[in-house]
C-alpha cells in the first residue's frame, strides 16, 4: 500500500503531489508522482492554456497589434505544436478538435485525456460540478472494469434435443428450481458409479477452463448436475438403491434428458416433511451432527434458539432488500491514481490439486442453492475411494483457479456459481439476514485466500487486522487497552457502520484494487463484476448489487483492502486508530478524536462506509466526561466513562468489565446444563462437544481481558458439581479435579479449571500478540517485505516458546500432582502419558471411522482410564477369582484375551494391505533341517506360525514378519517394573523366540508389535508404524501427521473395544437346549402352502 495511493477527500485538499523516494532512503521504487490537475473552470470549448493566451492576444497583450486572425493562427500553432509533444487537442472519444465543436471540454484526472462534455454524456450542470477543484472526474475508460473476452458462441451445440441458446435457458430454469428443493442428497457411492459421477464434474469444469462451445453452460450444468443426480429416492433407501438409480440418471444426463431428471426429483422433493424443532427431536440432531463432526453446528441447537429462521413474507422481504442496496457510481475522488504493478500469472501455477484439496478438507458448512454441501464435495475431491478420479477433480478445479485469477472471465458463464441461499433470522428485533455461498465457490475463495494470504496483509498494512493476521482480533482488543492506558489518551472512539460489508462501493472498489492488491483484483473482478443473485427459501431471489456478497469467504479480505485508503486519509490526524474489518477505533485526545471523526463521515461514505452515531460509542476516562459531552454534542455519538464491548471483550471500568463477564459466565453456564443432559444419554458426545466447543468460547475471553479468574467460579462450580459426576457416574475429590483439569497427553481430559488458566491464557496471548501491537501503538502504516518477513518470524518463535512453555508448566503441575496421589496411581497416571494412550479421547466422535462409544462403554474406559471401581459388575469371575479390574483383563476364560490379540492383528495386516504385497496372517515358517541356533529359545516347531507377514515395508521385495503382543501393566508379572521395561522385556522375548529362525531360515527380518492394554505401543511398533504411515502418505498423497493420527486412532479403538468386552462380557459356557440339535437339512424352509 504505497503511501502516494491516496485517495482524494471530497472536501478535503486536493490531489497532493508525494515526495520522490530516494533509493538511500527506501528499497522500494515508488511511481513518479502525479502531475496536478489542469484548471476544468473554463467557459470555453478551448483548454485552458490556449483559451488564455489566445484572450492575451485579443485583448492587446505580449503580441500587442495582432489581428484576431493571428490569435488563430497561433492557436493553430500551439495545437500543432502539443501533437508534436505526443498529446493531442481533439477529444479523446470521438477525435474532433475542440475548436470544431461546439462543446465545453473537460479533462480527466487520471490520463490527462479531454473529452467534448457531450461525448462523455455529462450535462451543463455536471460539467459545472466537476469544474471545481475539490471534485474529481475520471473518463469512461478510467472508469470502468478491464474488458473480459466473451463466451464461446453456443448457437451451434447441441446437447440431446437442445440447442444453441435454448441449453443456457434450460439450465437456467433448472437451477431456479433446485435452488428452492430442501436438502436431500445420498452419500455418493463408491464403485463405478460414483467414478462416473466425479468424472462428469470434472468434464464440465474442464470445458469452462479450456474454453470448448459448451463454455457459455458448463458451470450452469456443474450446478444442478450433482443434486439431480444424488436426490434420495426414498427416506430408507440403502446404497445398493442409490447405485441403480445414479446409473440410470447419468444414462439420463448424457442423452440431455433433462425434462425427466427435473421431474423425478421434483416428485421427490414434494414427498419430503419439514424438520421441527422440538424439545424430543434436539438431542437426536445434536447427536446426528455429532457424528458427522459438526460440532458448531450440533452447540447451536443447545442454545436458547434466540435467532430462528423467518417466514417469507413481504415484510420480511422488504427488510431484506433494504440490507440489499442498490450500486452506487464511481466515486471519482476515491479512485487511486498512479501506475500499478504488474503481476506475473505464472505466480498462480502454484495452485495444483494438492492446494485444492487441503482447502476443500478445511471447508464446512451447509449447501449453497445447488444442494450439495461441504460434505458431498469433500468426499468428491478428497476421497480415495474414487482412486484417480477425485485427483482429477481437484486438478480441474486448481485449473478453474487459475484461470479466475489471470484473466477476465465472461461473467455470465459463472453466475449460477456466485449465487448464494439466504437465510432470514429473528434478530428480535428486525431480520438478519445470513448467506450460504456454493460450496465449491468457498473451495475457490478459500484456495485463493489461503494462497495469497501474505500478499493480502501485506497490502492492508498493520492496522487493518482482518485481513487474516495471527491473532488479529486478540491484538486489536489488548492494543486498545494498551493506548487506552496512556497519560495522553482522554478516550476511546468506537464506531458502528451501517449495514458496513453490503454498503462497501463495489464499483470503486474493484477499480482501486490493481492499486492496493493486484495479485487479488483479477479473482474478485471476476466474481463481483456482475450482481449476484440471493435465493430466499421457496425459490425467489434478491440481487447483491452492491457491498461484499454475504456467503463469499474472500468477504473479508476484499473488505479490507478495499477501505484502507480510508486508513490512510484518515492516518494524517494525531490520533491512534486501529481497525478490524468494518470495526474502527481511535484513542488520544478529544479534540483530535471529533477530528477524525469529522473526517471520517467525510471519506467514508464515498467508499462505502457509513458511520452510525447512535451505535458509536466514546469511552472516556472520569474527568474528562464533561469535556466530551461539549465537544461531541452535536454528533449524536453516545459517550460514557464506565465502559462498552469491543471485539467480543469490553473497555473500560473495572466493574462494567465484570459485569461484562458475568453476563457471559451465566449464558455459558445455561448451555453447559443442556449439554449435562445430553451427558445422560450420550456422554461421549457430551465430552467432545465440551471439549472442542463450549469451552472455546470463554477461553477468548480469559485471552484478552485482565483479572477476571474470580468470575468464573459459579462455572466451576457447575463443571464440578453437575457435568464431570454426570460424565462419569461418579463423584470427585480435590486430586481428581486437579488431575482432569491436565491435557489428555499428561493423563487428564482436558476439562480446564476456568479460575486457574485465566492468567497464563493472558499471558499468552500477550506475548503471542506483542510484535502485532507494537506496530499499532507506533501507528505504522505499512511494512518492507524485509520487515513482514521479520514480523511473521517472530510470530512463529513466539508460538514455539508459548507451546514449550505451556508444556512444562503441565508437567510441573503434574509432577506436584503425582507426589500426592502415592506412588501405584502415579505410575499408573505415567502410563496414561505415554503416546497413543489418549487417541480415543481425543478424537471426534465420527461414525463413519468407527470412533464411537455407547454411554455404557464410554463410561467403563473413563473407570478403566483412571481406576475407578467399576458398577454393575459380578463379584468373582466365573474362574472363581476376585473380579477385579486387572483380572477381567488377564483371565483367559471367555477368549477374551485371544480376541484382542486377533483384532490387533487383524487390523494391522488390513492396513499394510494397502501399501504392501503378499501380506498374510499367521503364515507358517519353513520347516527346519537340522539347522542349529545360537538361542536355546528359539522356536523349533515344525509347525511354529508368526501373525503376519509382508513384502515392501522396509525394503520393496523383502519379506518381513510381525508378531502381536498385547500386555495388561497391571497383571502381576508388569506391576513391579515400569511400563518402559515391560514394553523391552516383551520385545525382546519375542525378539529371542523368533528372531535368529527369521533372519537364517527364512532370510527375512523379524518386527515384534507389542502393545498395551491402555493403547501405548513399543519401540518396535512404533518404528513400524511411523514407516507405515509415511508409506500411506506417499500413496495417498496425503500429509504424514494425518496419516499418522489416523493409525494411533484406528488402534486405540480397537485395543478400547476388546478391552471393554473383557470387562463386562459372559465367560461361562452357553446354555444348550434340544432346538439347536435339529438338523437343519431335514425341513423344508421354503415349501409353498398351498390351500
Known sequence: MSQQLKPVSTRSVSRQQKPQQTLEAETTIYPPPVPPARNRRSSSHLPDHLHRRAEQINNGGSLCGESVSAADRFIESERHKSADAGSSNSCSECGKDFYHQDSKCICCDFCEGWFHISCCGLTLKDYQYYSTPSESWACKKCSSLPLYEPSVDISETRWGSIHGQDLVTTFELIHRKVASWKPNVFKVPSGASGKALVSEITRLIDLWVNKTKFEAVAIAALQVFGTLMLQKPSKSSKNRDHIRHLTIRLKKWENGEFDQLVSECEAIQQRLTNTTRKPENIIKVFSRLMLHGKVSSAMRWLGENKSLPLKIDRAVKEALRSKHPDAEPVSYNHLLQGPTRKVEPVIFENIDASTVERAAKLTRGSAGPSGLDSDTWRRILCSKSFGKCSMDACDAV???????????????????????????????????????????????????????????????????LAAGQDGGCEAAIHAMNDMFKEDNCEGVLMVDATNAYNSLNRATSLLNLPHI??????????????PSKLFLPGGTFILSNEGTTQGDNCASGFYSVSISPIISQLSSIQCKQLWYADDSAAAGLLQHLREWWDCLL??????????????????????????????????????????????????????????????????WISELKSLTEVAKVEPQLAYSAFTFGLSKRWLFVMRTMKDIGHLFQPLENCIRDCFLPELMKQQLNDLDRTLFSLPAKFGGLGIFDPTQICENELKNSHLATKPLVDLITEQIMELTPEDSKKLRA??????????????????????????????????????????????????????????????????????????????????????????????????????????????IRDLEATLMSEVCKDVQREPPL?????????????????????????????????????????????AESNKAISIDAAFERHEQEKKRTYNRRVLEVEKATFTPLVFSTTGAMGKEAEKFHKRLAALISEKRMTPYSDCMSYLRRKLSFCLLRTVLAALRGYRGKAAKTDDCNMDINLLHLNEVVRY
Not at 937 to 957: F, K
Open 794 to 903: 517472530s510470530v512463529t518463535a513466539t508460538k514455539s516458546m508459548i507451546s514449550n512453555f505451556k508444556r512444562s508448566h503441565h508437567m510441573q503441575k503434574l509432577k506436584e500432582l503425582k507426589e500426592k496421589i502415592g506412588p501405584e496411581k502415579a505410575k499408573h497416571v505415567d502410563n496414561l502419558c505415554r503416546k497413543g494412550t489418549s487417541a480415543w479421547l481425543t478424537s471426534l466422535p465420527l461414525e463413519d471411522c468407527g470412533f464411537t462409544l455407547n454411554k455404557q462403554e464410554f463410561r467403563d474406559a473413563l473407570h478403566l482410564r483412571y481406576n475407578f471401581p467399576l458398577k454393575g459388575t459380578p463379584t468373582f469371575c466365573s474362574c472363581g477369582e476376585r473380579n477385579t479390574l486387572d483380572h477381567s483383563l488377564v483371565c483367559k476364560k471367555g477368549g477374551f484375551v485371544s480376541m484382542r490379540h486377533n483384532q
Open 926 to 970: 519353513l520347516p527346519l533341517s537340522g539347522e542349529m541356533f545360537n538361542l536355546r529359545s528359539t522356536n523349533t516347531a515344525s509347525e511354529a506360525r508368526l501373525d503376519i507377514s509382508a513384502r515392501g515395508i522396509w525394503n520393496t521385495v523383502d519379506k518381513t514378519f510381525f508378531d502381536v503382543r498385547v500386555f495388561h501393566p497391571g
Open 517 to 530: 492488491c493486484p495479485e487479488f483484483a483479477v479473482f474478485l473482478t471476476n466474481t463481483y463484476r456482475l
Open 398 to 464: 486448481a485449473r478453474m483457479c487459475r484461470r479466475l485469477c489471470t484473466e477476465y472471465v465472461d461473467p455470465k458463464s459463472i453466475s449460477s456459481l456466485l449465487a448464494c441461499r439466504l437465510i432470514p433470522l429473528d434478530k428480535n428485533p428486525g431480520v438478519r439476514p445470513i448467506g450460504i455461498g456454493e460450496v465449491l465457490r468457498r473451495i475457490l475463495g478459500k484456495t485463493v485466500s489461503n494462497f495469497l494470504k501474505i500478499d493480502i496483509i501485506d497490502s492492508v498494512g498493520p492496522l487493518q
Open 602 to 667: 467525510d471519506v467514508g461514505p464515498g467508499l462505502g462506509y457509513f458511520p452510525n452515531a447512535k451505535k458509536t460509542w466514546l469511552v472516556v476516562k472520569p474527568q474528562h466526561f464533561d469535556e466530551a459531552v461539549r465537544i461531541f454534542k452535536d454528533t449524536g455519538v453516545q459517550i460514557t466513562e464506565e465502559g462498552q464491548r469491543y471485539l467480543g471483550a469490553a473497555i473500560g471500568t473495572i466493574a462494567f468489565k465484570e459485569n461484562f463477564v458475568k453476563t457471559k459466565v451465566e449464558t
